[in-house]
């Protein structure tokens, strides 16, 4: 009987833990209008704190015949939770045209019934699925179809700076392919670009003709405002060529089968999109940058911890948005606590076109007295592209018990250990010998105003002061963090450009110009006591105007980040002989920028 009560209080043990666990369950379609002739993409996501999530079920598909297209999995271990994401997708060829919802997909974890939302896919007469643009593409000016084409689009024509865009890029061909296609990426020098997901291949009616699609799809950042445009991708490729038959010749039968490769270029045109400055209105004054919608969530290693000794909070920010660019929180001067930043990481995720992720910021706290005290909620502002408003979060205020350091014991009064033996009388008193001789002879100079002992006593005065010195230094570096990063900026700087020149002589040129970018970002971060994350070239250049720094300075800055942005996304087109060129101009411009004194 007790063997019972204890199984059932452990199944309600493992029950009440499992209800705990937050299952999500969602479900996205490629596009929600499709033509009788094409195919729609059909993703659902499992995501949860443990592993072997089991696999969803489908709703009732009659109307398509469904093919699965495999499935993925991303475990992420973060603070100890493990997150475990499942990706299922499914290929849906429609029956007959009409409007179809999808019912919601569902599983059952320990018979707790998890639910996706619901869709709904449109789907019609052959042709109309096509956009007019794509039909118009596929026509040659002698009004024939064309055996391969491209085209380019994005999923909107206006955004604001940071706000991801989708770029997707499409190559049709009606002939059979000879050789791997070669695919050159558009030109992007204006935007943080992102594969969302491996390439797609499907079939597509495009003004009668059959088509077969690989399709690539990119998430785009804009890294300032104005009218950007992303330049042309290409694909070469190799088609087959048939020959002309030949008359009165008795083999020309066999001209059909004999097929000769024929290299073609195809090219998608340019998009020009107009890219919206964030709005002046309600812009926090902490707002440093950050674009989309996030949580944040503030963790301490312990939270009973003893005077002088650190404490590591876990600063995670979560959300959608372009996550390499989230700032570090804002950490005002605390009168109890030194703070100092210990690591940064990041997990970029992509779920139905959208990319997002995590950040965690390791900030060390560590108390100067004793007692109870709190560190303070940390706040994160962003511009929020759905609702077009800048949005303030804040963590939760963390509580210490700072218990008293180690007192030091005083040595000053120990007492004097006896010799063995020898006792001494504390009240004996000895004879005093009484000199008799009455030669006075002339007294030796002090030994305090030899040279030899003004000598050895100034070097260690000197010591003893640069020691002071270097002190003062140190301290003000440990209670000063603009000051210790102003300090720093240079070393750290150039040591990004040794990397940059290493990374030359192996031929990683998109890495190389990363780190070029570092180099000169960071450095002027470090400068002005901001933070490096989220600062776009608009924001950096409006910093070197503010300064009143010279012209020629500002210009070249501006030149070796768009040098950077165009060879990070489009190296194949740099020449390897600009490299070294680049090198010498960003280290002439770090010194020029040192000579100028910013930030001091």
Known sequence: MKSLSLTFLILIFLGAAYAQDEVSLSMSLNKDTISIDEYAYLTISVSGPR????????????????????????????????????????????????????????????????????????????????????????????????????????????????????????????????????????QTTDFWTDILEGQRSYYEI?????????????????????????????????????????????????????????????????????IKPLPAEGKPESFSGTVGNFSIDAVPDKTIVDANQPVTVKYKITGTGNIKTVAEPVIEELKDFRVYRASTDEKISKVGGVVGGTKIFDEVYIPRRAGKLTIPPVFLSFFDPATRKYKVISTKPIDLEVRPAAEVADYGELPLRPVAGRVIDPKAKDI?????????????????????????????????????????RRQKLANDVGYARSRMAKRLARKHLSKASRLSQTGQIPQFYAEIRRALITYLADKMNLSPHGLTSDMVLEILKNHNLPEDITLKFQEIMKQADFAQY?????????????????????????AAKIGA
């Open 570 to 594: 489009a190296s194949a087109a740099v020449s390897p002989a600009l490299v070294p060129v680049a090198l010498k101009e960003a280290a002439e411009l770090l010194v020029k920028l040192e």
């Open 206 to 274: 495009v003004n009668g003709q059959r088509y077969k699609v690989v399709e690539i799809s990119s998430a785009l950042f804009p890294t300032r405002s104005g009218d950007l445009t992303i330049g042309p991708a290409m694909v070469t490729v190799n088609v087959p060529s048939r020959r002309a038959p030949r008359r009165n010749d008795p083999f020309s039968l066999f001209d059909d089968f004999l097929v000769q490769g024929e290299q073609r270029t195809v090219r998608s045109r340019p998009i020009t999109v107009n």
């Open 432 to 472: 005093l010998y009484i000199k008799t001789d009455s030669n006075l002879r002339r007294p030796e100079p002090l030994v305090l105003f030899t040279p030899l002992y003004l000598f050895v006593n100034g070097v260690s005065a000197m010591a003893l002061l640069a020691v002071w010195i270097t002190q003062r």
């Open 51 to 186: 592993q072997n999530l089991p696999g969803p079920e489908l709703p009732n598909l009659t109307m398509f015949n469904v093919y699965s297209q495999g499935t993925s999995t991303n475990i992420s271990i973060v603070n100890g939770k493990m997150q475990a994401s499942y990706s299922y997708q499914y290929l849906l060829q429609p029956k007959k045209q009409g409007s179809y919802p999808i019912k919601p997909a569902f599983l059952v974890i320990d018979r707790k019934r998890y639910e996706s939302n619901e869709l709904t896919l449109t789907v019609l007469s052959g042709g109309e699925g096509t956009s007019k643009s794509v039909q118009k593409e596929a026509i040659t000016q002698t009004g024939e179809n064309r055996e391969v084409f491209l085209t380019a689009e994005v999923n909107k024509k206006s955004a604001f700076v940071n706000e991801q865009m989708i770029l997707t890029v499409k190559f049709y061909h009606a002939v059979q392919i000879l050789s791997q296609p070669e695919y050159t990426a558009p």
